[in-house]
Structures are given as structure tokens and as C-alpha cells.
Nanobody
Framework: QVQLVESGGGLVQPGGSLRLSCAAS????????MGWYRQAPGKQRELVAA???????PYADSVKGRFAISRDNAKNTVYLQMNSLKPEDTAVYYC??????????????WGQGTLVTVSS
């Protein structure tokens, strides 16, 4: 199976920055895309940003110009650099993996979530 380990959440003041990391490990044959979703209280989970195997990087309109997603293929790790954070960015951020296991099964895996709180 594939496991995701997230890190980097926390409390930050408005206008501040945080960097989230998500490392995938286990029996990985290939990665189609990795990304970050978030869910605020009382709201549905939404895509924040993703990065595909061909380098496409879709972003939510609300984070364009402020957030940047990147990856380290050698480490199967994806990063989300979040700048100019706003209180409305407060949410639990979930890492997402879409790919294939070593036995060629199509997998969608979620991380456990990391809380980002933007508040003064």
C-alpha cells in the first residue's frame, strides 16, 4: 500500500507564510498526480493545488498568485508554499495521491490532514 505523511501546518498571522510537505511511501509503481485539498468547518473539501506527472499545476482561483505547489520526484514528495495567508485560508489541509501500486492497482490515497490556522 501507499502511505502519506504530511507536515508543516500550524498557526500563522495574516500575511504570513507556511510550507506544507507530503511524502508518499510504500509500494509505488507510478504517480499520476499529487495535490492538496482543504476543508474548512461547515464547508466541502476543495482542491487547493495539484501537480500532475506531466507538470500541470491547477490551482483554486482563491489561491492563485499566493500559493505554489512543487515536487521532488526522487523523494515522492510534494510541497505547498503558502504566502500572504488570509484568515479564510484556515482549514484542514489534506494531501492526495493518485497513482498505481506495485501490483498495478489504481490508487487514491488521502493523508491524515494538517491544520492551518490563520489568525492574529
Amino acid at each position: 500500500q501507499v502511505q502519506l505523511v504530511e507536515s508543516g501546518g500550524g498557526l500563522v498571522q495574516p500575511g504570513g507564510s507556511l510550507r506544507l510537505s507530503c511524502a508518499a511511501s510504500g509500494n509505488i509503481f507510478g504517480i499520476n498526480a499529487m495535490g492538496w485539498y482543504r476543508q474548512a468547518p461547515g464547508k466541502q473539501r476543495e482542491l487547493v493545488a495539484a501537480i500532475t506527472s506531466i507538470g500541470s499545476t491547477p490551482y483554486a482561483d482563491s489561491v492563485k498568485g499566493r500559493f505554489a505547489i512543487s515536487r521532488d520526484n526522487a523523494k515522492n514528495t510534494v510541497y505547498l508554499q503558502m504566502n500572504s495567508l488570509k484568515p479564510e485560508d484556515t482549514a484542514v489541509y489534506y494531501c492526495n495521491f493518485k497513482g498505481w501500486s506495485g501490483d498495478y492497482r489504481n490508487l487514491v490515497v488521502w493523508g491524515q490532514g494538517t491544520l492551518v490556522t490563520v489568525s492574529s
